[in-house]
Each structure stands twice: as C-alpha cells, then as structure tokens.
C-alpha cells in the first residue's frame, strides 16, 4: 500500500503516558492517534513536545536513541512492528518508514476484522537510563488484499492499423511540396498496399495544409488532387484530396 504521510507530537510532560500526542508544538490540544491497517506504510514523523508548548530538548537531540513500536494491548513482551534507526532529526523532527506489513503483527491479528494495540515509544538517553513516553492504544484494521479485486484487470487493448489511420492525424514536418517525386513532396509518399483513408497535417507545405488519402482514380489537380507516384502499383488505385 501507499505510504501515508503521519505526523505525532509526543508530550513528554503529559502525566497520562496512554494518551500523550498532542496537535502541535504549540497547541497541546489532544490529539488521537490514527487508525492503521495491517498493510499499511506510514511515512512516520516524530517530535516531542513539552507540557507548556515548544519542542522538547530530546526533540532536537541525536544522541537520543528512539524505538516505536506495535505491542499487544495487554502489556505483553511481544512487539510486531518496530522502528528505531533514525536519521539525525532535521528541525526537531526525527522521519523514518514504519511498516505494518510484517509477519508477526499478521498472525497476532489473525482472522480478526480489527484490534487493538499498544503504540509503544521508548526514549533511550546518553547515559543508558530508559523512559517510556506512549502506550497510547492504537486501532489496527486487518485489511487483506485479494489481488484479483484491487488491481484492474488488464485486458489488451490496441488500435488496429485502419483504426489508427481513420481516427488520429500525421504530421508530417518534411513534406514541403505536393508534386516532384523528391523525397519532400507529397507524391513520394509510398501508398501500396496502405490503408484509407489517411489524413496528414503538412505545416511546411503553404501556410499547413491537410490531405487526406482516398481510394479512388481522380485525376490529378493542382492545390486539390494529388496522384501519388506509385499510384495504380499493385492495383492501389488510391489519391490525395486537399481538405484544407
């Protein structure tokens, strides 16, 4: 699944360790934590916050060690999603991926429509002392994708050739004459066993003109019938009529 751009703000002064994100560094509103699905891929974004507002020192602070993790709602040992490597935080915001995908988190979830879980961060700081910062719950959606069901059913679907020639326009830059046989008139155009009708923009021929390639034993008229030079080879009784 696509990434999902999430942004948390983590109080670190808030005194319910269940319920610690906040709107912002500067609004410290509650916020909830969203809902994931198993197969999900969260662009996460991480800052800490103080209690009265304004970025946490360990925000800013490389050399504190951060570990996000899935937990069991009950408190268990087992973690299912984890994410601690981190780049250095750019402007007290620390980003990394935090993929659900994983096979541990797919057999807790089982068969389970939805669940819940524990969203687990855990500060490590210089020292080596430890602080948990969240155990927020968090709602999980067990979304399994059936292939056959997301992904269109591509089925081919060409233009054939007389399909082509009827319902799109050439433009043909190097035609700059109607007769002559050079390579740069329009009767040099090879027409054996070409399919009609044809309609070429010539831009370079007057002020533009359009032709169009027909079957038929007109003869030729100049600025308005062009007999091609292989014309009535191979029975290819076909022309050039100016249509504008």
């Not at 990394?96 to 068969?111: N, P, Q």
């Not at 066993?193 to 370079?204: A, D, H, K, Q, Y």
Request: hydrophobic fraction near 35%; proline fraction near 5%; aromatic fraction near 8%.
């Amino acid at each position: 699944m696509a990434d999902t751009n999430v942004r948390l703000y983590c109080n670190l002064g808030s005194p319910d360790i269940t319920d610690p994100f906040v709107t912002s560094e500067v609004d410290t509103q509650r916020a909830p934590v969203p809902t994931a699905a198993r197969k999900d891929s969260w662009n996460l974004e991480l800052a800490f916050v103080d209690a009265g507002g304004g970025f946490a020192s360990e925000s800013g602070d490389a050399t504190v060690d951060v570990r996000v993790s899935i937990g069991d709602a009950t408190g268990g040992s087992a973690l299912h999603v984890t994410q601690s490597s981190w780049p250095a935080p750019v402007s007290n915001i620390r980003t990394a991926e935090f993929d659900f995908a994983t096979s541990e988190l797919e057999t807790a979830m089982g068969s389970t429509e939805q669940a819940e879980f524990t969203l687990e961060i855990r500060l490590t700081y210089s020292d080596g002392s430890q602080r948990t910062v969240s155990s927020a719950p968090i709602t999980i959606v067990n979304v399994v994708y059936d292939d056959e069901s997301v992904l269109p059913s591509v089925e081919e679907d060409f233009l054939t050739e007389t399909e082509t020639n009827s319902q799109f326009i050439r433009v043909r830059t190097d035609i700059t004459g109607e007769t002559g046989g050079t390579s740069t008139d329009l009767d040099s155009i090879v027409t054996a066993s070409g399919i009609v009708p044809r309609t070429l923009f010539l831009p370079n021929l007057g002020n533009g003109q359009m032709w169009l390639r027909v079957s038929g034993t007109e003869s030729e008229s100049a600025g308005q019938i062009v007999r091609p030079d292989d014309y009535a080879a191979s029975t290819n009784e076909q022309y050039w009529i100016r249509l504008l």
